[in-house]
């Protein structure tokens, strides 16, 4: 629905929301395209979970990706065949797993925020500081306002408020590490 004393193409702010997002997901692709071992997008996501809850459990893991436990114990297999996880009994109950990182997983979700970094920086170059400057403010606003939509109050596992730089400036070429489900 439109906006009284909007114009243009943001006449529709969630009609604008949605076409940006489109542009994102394709520059979040790229971080994908070359890095090895290529995942799957459900495997991205459950690396990024534990990496933003190391040690968490198969049970914590299913929740976040809202996936059932058999589901969520192949993705862990098949993230750890790939030497991306490692799976160990809790040290306080050896019947309960804690997932972790293995440094090869870590490696993947480094070069893939670097790869989609270098992506959004060269766009966010191309735009004048002042737009660079008032796409944070809404971002953030964005992103508050959208944080009451989650059970905890807070967004999902692997998240960062800091999605781009305050004022890269034209041909600015430095970024926060992560943006939200990064990797």
């Not at 439109?2 to 997901?25: F, I, K, Y």
């Not at 997008?41 to 809850?53: D, F, N």
């Not at 750890?80 to 972790?100: D, H, N, Q, W």
């Not at 480094?110 to 796409?135: Q, T």
Request: proline content about 9%; some cysteine.
């Amino acid at each position: 629905m439109a906006r009284p004393g909007r114009s243009g193409a943001h006449e529709d702010p969630a009609a604008a929301l949605a076409a940006a997002a489109e542009v994102l997901a394709v520059l979040h692709a790229r971080g994908q395209d070359g890095v090895q071992p290529a995942v799957s997008p459900s495997q991205l996501r459950a690396l990024v979970a534990v990496e933003g809850a190391e040690g968490i459990n198969l049970r914590a893991l299913g929740e976040v990706l809202g996936s059932r436990p058999p589901s969520v114990t192949r993705l862990c297999d098949r993230l750890e065949a790939m030497g991306l996880l490692i799976r160990s009994p809790r040290p306080s109950s050896r019947r309960e797993v804690e997932l972790r990182l293995t440094p090869r997983g870590r490696a993947l979700l480094d070069e893939r925020r670097a790869i989609r970094m270098r992506e959004l920086s060269a766009v966010l170059g191309r735009m004048a500081p002042a737009d660079v400057e008032a796409l944070v403010t809404g971002l953030t606003a964005f992103r508050e306002a959208a944080a009451g939509s989650y059970p905890a109050g807070g967004p999902p596992l692997g998240t960062n408020a800091s999605a781009a730089p305050a004022s890269p400036g034209p041909g600015a070429s430095s970024a926060p590490a992560r943006v939200s489900d990064s990797a």
